[in-house]
């Protein structure tokens, strides 16, 4: 009899650390521009985790089949939440954000002051994620978090990451409008 309570309860008990994840991507995808799209999804994270200091999104300029270090990775005033930063281009070649952008894989790092890859944006952080944002096989750019917490980026962090950043992707693909600095061809 009391089986569907139980159930409701269990589902709550599991996901307790991203309940309004369904939310942000349904939010992202309901945007009337990829601007927009963007705007939200740095202020749904930022919002997200306390040890989410600093959110951004770096979109990819210029031409990556070109070879390595052909594209710039750039970041518009609006599309950030935390610390100014004065890194807003970051060619492919340069930072985590170049290497995820290129491998066009998430990169994990538990502490930056052990990465020489690393560009600092600010004395305070300790550890960060980029994932890349993936039109199929392009790189729209990059969706880049930083924490003031040693090792904050964890799995569960990773899978919603990715999950809204497949959401950015779909909303570049599927929004009309001029996009920003990402190209559709
Ligand atoms: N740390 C990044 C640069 C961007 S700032 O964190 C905002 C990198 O190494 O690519």
Request: hydrophobic share 40%; proline share 6%.
């Amino acid at each position: 009899m009391n089986n569907g309570q139980r159930t409701t309860f269990t589902l709550f008990y599991i996901v307790p650390k991203f309940p309004v994840a369904m939310t942000l991507t349904d939010d992202i995808l309901s945007q009337p521009s990829f601007d927009a799209a963007i705007r939200t999804a740095v202020a749904g994270l930022k919002a997200m985790q306390p040890t989410y200091d600093w959110v951004g999104v770096y979109l990819l300029e210029g031409d990556p089949s070109a070879g390595s270090g052909q594209g710039v990775l750039t970041l518009q005033d609006d599309h950030y939440r935390g610390q100014p930063t004065s890194h807003t281009r970051i060619p492919l070649d340069s930072g985590i954000c170049g290497a995820a952008a290129s491998s066009r894989e998430t990169i994990v790092i538990d502490d930056v002051r052990r990465d020489s890859r690393y560009i600092a944006c600010s004395l305070s952080v300790r550890s960060e994620i980029v994932v890349p944002i993936m039109a199929g096989e392009r790189v729209v750019g990059v969706l880049d978090l930083d924490s003031d917490t040693p090792a904050a980026f964890v799995e569960s962090d990773r899978r919603e990451l990715e999950r809204v950043a497949a959401a950015l992707a779909q909303a570049w693909q599927v929004i009309p409008g001029e996009q920003p600095a990402g190209r559709r061809v």
